[in-house]
Nanobody, 118 residues
Framework: QVQLVESGGGLVQAGGSLRLSCAASGRTFSSYAMGWFRQAPGKEREFVAAISWSGGSTYYADSVKGRFTISRDNAKNTVYLQMNSLKPEDTAVYYC???????????WGQGTQVTVSS
Protein backbone atom coordinates (compact mmCIF):
# COMPACT_ATOMS: atom_id res chain seq x y z
CA GLN A 1 0.00 0.00 0.00
CA VAL A 2 1.06 3.56 -0.63
CA GLN A 3 -0.06 6.58 1.34
CA LEU A 4 -0.09 10.03 -0.20
CA VAL A 5 -0.02 13.44 1.48
CA GLU A 6 -0.45 16.61 -0.57
CA SER A 7 0.78 20.07 0.42
CA GLY A 8 1.38 23.46 -1.11
CA GLY A 9 -2.16 24.62 -1.78
CA GLY A 10 -3.37 28.07 -0.88
CA LEU A 11 -4.81 31.35 -2.11
CA VAL A 12 -3.16 33.10 -5.04
CA GLN A 13 -4.13 35.89 -7.42
CA ALA A 14 -4.84 35.20 -11.06
CA GLY A 15 -1.59 35.04 -13.00
CA GLY A 16 0.32 33.76 -10.01
CA SER A 17 2.03 30.45 -9.34
CA LEU A 18 1.91 27.61 -6.84
CA ARG A 19 3.80 24.37 -6.49
CA LEU A 20 2.00 21.38 -5.08
CA SER A 21 3.88 18.49 -3.54
CA CYS A 22 2.77 14.95 -2.87
CA ALA A 23 4.84 12.87 -0.48
CA ALA A 24 4.42 9.12 -0.72
CA SER A 25 5.16 6.47 1.84
CA GLY A 26 6.54 3.08 0.99
CA ARG A 27 9.72 1.75 -0.52
CA THR A 28 8.35 1.20 -3.99
CA PHE A 29 7.47 4.77 -4.91
CA SER A 30 9.72 4.66 -7.94
CA SER A 31 7.62 1.82 -9.39
CA TYR A 32 4.37 3.82 -9.35
CA ALA A 33 2.96 6.04 -11.99
CA MET A 34 1.67 9.25 -10.41
CA GLY A 35 -0.96 11.78 -11.26
CA TRP A 36 -2.83 14.90 -10.23
CA PHE A 37 -6.58 15.38 -10.40
CA ARG A 38 -8.83 18.20 -9.26
CA GLN A 39 -12.41 18.71 -8.24
CA ALA A 40 -14.14 22.07 -8.27
CA PRO A 41 -17.33 22.72 -6.27
CA GLY A 42 -20.31 21.12 -7.95
CA LYS A 43 -18.17 19.39 -10.57
CA GLU A 44 -16.77 15.92 -11.07
CA ARG A 45 -13.16 15.10 -10.40
CA GLU A 46 -11.06 15.64 -13.52
CA PHE A 47 -7.65 14.63 -14.71
CA VAL A 48 -4.92 17.28 -14.61
CA ALA A 49 -1.57 15.58 -15.26
CA ALA A 50 0.26 12.27 -14.97
CA ILE A 51 3.83 11.01 -15.04
CA SER A 52 5.29 7.57 -15.62
CA TRP A 53 7.33 5.77 -12.98
CA SER A 54 10.58 6.88 -14.58
CA GLY A 55 9.46 10.42 -15.27
CA GLY A 56 10.12 9.86 -18.94
CA SER A 57 6.51 10.32 -20.00
CA THR A 58 4.12 13.05 -18.96
CA TYR A 59 0.52 13.77 -19.87
CA TYR A 60 -1.64 16.85 -19.39
CA ALA A 61 -5.23 17.91 -19.70
CA ASP A 62 -5.68 20.41 -22.51
CA SER A 63 -6.88 23.01 -20.01
CA VAL A 64 -3.50 23.11 -18.23
CA LYS A 65 -1.08 22.28 -21.03
CA GLY A 66 1.67 24.88 -21.25
CA ARG A 67 0.89 26.25 -17.76
CA PHE A 68 1.35 23.25 -15.44
CA THR A 69 4.33 20.92 -15.16
CA ILE A 70 4.38 17.58 -13.38
CA SER A 71 7.67 16.16 -12.15
CA ARG A 72 8.93 13.63 -9.64
CA ASP A 73 11.93 13.01 -7.43
CA ASN A 74 12.11 9.30 -6.73
CA ALA A 75 14.90 9.81 -4.20
CA LYS A 76 12.51 11.95 -2.15
CA ASN A 77 9.37 9.88 -2.83
CA THR A 78 7.70 13.06 -4.01
CA VAL A 79 5.78 14.21 -7.05
CA TYR A 80 5.24 17.88 -7.83
CA LEU A 81 2.82 20.00 -9.80
CA GLN A 82 4.17 23.40 -10.76
CA MET A 83 1.24 25.64 -11.66
CA ASN A 84 1.91 28.91 -13.47
CA SER A 85 -0.38 31.54 -14.97
CA LEU A 86 -3.16 30.43 -12.69
CA LYS A 87 -6.74 31.29 -13.56
CA PRO A 88 -9.86 31.49 -11.38
CA GLU A 89 -11.15 28.37 -13.13
CA ASP A 90 -8.19 26.45 -11.69
CA THR A 91 -9.80 26.80 -8.26
CA ALA A 92 -10.38 23.29 -6.90
CA VAL A 93 -9.25 20.67 -4.46
CA TYR A 94 -6.21 19.01 -5.99
CA TYR A 95 -5.63 15.30 -5.38
CA CYS A 96 -2.51 13.25 -5.85
CA UNK A 97 -2.87 9.68 -7.14
CA UNK A 98 -0.63 6.66 -7.59
CA UNK A 99 -0.98 3.43 -9.47
CA UNK A 100 0.36 0.80 -11.79
CA UNK A 101 0.24 3.03 -14.83
CA UNK A 102 -0.84 6.51 -15.81
CA UNK A 103 -4.25 5.09 -16.78
CA UNK A 104 -4.64 2.94 -13.67
CA UNK A 105 -4.25 5.22 -10.66
CA UNK A 106 -5.89 3.71 -7.59
CA UNK A 107 -4.38 5.27 -4.47
CA TRP A 108 -5.50 8.76 -3.47
CA GLY A 109 -4.42 11.51 -1.13
CA GLN A 110 -6.75 13.67 0.92
CA GLY A 111 -6.40 16.70 -1.32
CA THR A 112 -5.19 20.27 -0.98
CA GLN A 113 -7.25 23.37 -1.71
CA VAL A 114 -6.14 25.79 -4.41
CA THR A 115 -8.04 29.06 -4.71
CA VAL A 116 -7.30 31.57 -7.46
CA SER A 117 -8.80 35.00 -7.02
CA SER A 118 -9.60 37.28 -9.93
Amino acid sequence: QVQLVESGGGLVQAGGSLRLSCAASGRTFSSYAMGWFRQAPGKEREFVAAISWSGGSTYYADSVKGRFTISRDNAKNTVYLQMNSLKPEDTAVYYCAAGDSTVNLWAWGQGTQVTVSS
